[in-house]
């Protein structure tokens, strides 16, 4: 079974600073997506970035980027220039790309908060 | 586009109650997800379908919970009797296939929030 771990519970960074998130996961598949999802106080699920494990470069949208290294397991968020309304929680989730197994596995999560 | 719609958004009943929570997944999605996010126990899948037929429902607490997808635009999950530790946010999500046979992102709505007193 997958297993994704997230081991800082809250994080806070100063209003235009970047801020990274740590994610580590393990498995044994060679094929897989991981995802950050963001979920501000409204509780919706937001995509914020996807990655898929065949491709080496970095997933990269605006302002959001991740550093995925997969022979570590590793799978970090940065967010730069952080905005007020980027204060929720953050989830880093894998999904298998097998059949039978393709289910979402979150980890803990990362309250983020943001500094005026 | 719409997303995956959820209702009801807000619902609370009285223990003993049943309680039907519906879903309406993202026209031409393959996969329906059912998951459910308490401060105890994070997010957590309780079931989900491939072209309507559930894959996993290992994540359905006990019997008192049934999950049903008679048609690809349509998904029901029933707490019968519905319990205290049974509130929570109950999301559900929707995915493509992506490349060849392989999943693809998945879509949450915005969840049903359950309260049952």
């Known amino acids: 079974a997958q297993t994704v771990t997230q081991s800082q519970p809250e994080m806070s960074v100063q209003e235009a600073e970047t801020v990274t998130l740590s994610c580590t996961y393990d498995?044994?598949?060679?094929?897989?997506?991981l995802f950050w999802y963001k979920q501000p106080p409204s509780r919706q699920m937001i995509l914020v970035i996807r990655?898929?494990?065949?491709?080496?470069q970095n997933a990269t949208e605006n302002r959001f980027s991740v550093n995925f290294q997969k022979a570590a397991k590793s799978f970090s968020l940065k967010i730069s220039d952080s905005q007020l309304g980027d204060a929720a929680m953050y989830f880093c989730?894998?999904?298998?790309?097998?059949?039978?197994?393709?289910?979402?596995?979150f980890g803990t999560g990362t309250r983020l908060t943001i500094i005026p | 586009d719409a997303g995956v719609i959820q209702s009801p958004r807000h619902e609370v009943t009285e223990m003993g109650q049943e309680v039907t929570l519906r879903c309406k997944p993202i026209?031409?999605?393959?996969?329906l997800f059912w998951y459910r996010q308490t401060m105890m126990r994070g997010l957590e899948l309780l079931i989900y379908f491939n072209n309507n037929v559930p894959i996993d429902d290992s994540g359905m607490p006990e019997d008192r919970f049934s999950a049903k997808m008679p048609n690809a635009s349509f998904s029901t999950l029933k707490i019968q009797p519905s319990e205290p530790r049974d509130s929570a946010v109950y999301f559900c999500?929707?995915?493509?296939?992506?490349?060849?046979?392989?999943?693809?992102?998945?879509?949450f709505g915005e969840g049903s929030w359950l309260t049952v007193v």
């Open positions: 026209s031409g999605h393959d996969y």
């Open positions: 498995t044994s598949e060679s094929d897989y997506y």
């Open positions: 989730a894998y999904r298998s790309a097998y059949f039978g197994n393709e289910k979402l596995t």
């Open positions: 990655q898929e494990a065949y491709k080496q």
């Open positions: 999500a929707s995915s493509p296939r992506g490349r060849g046979r392989t999943p693809s992102t998945i879509y």
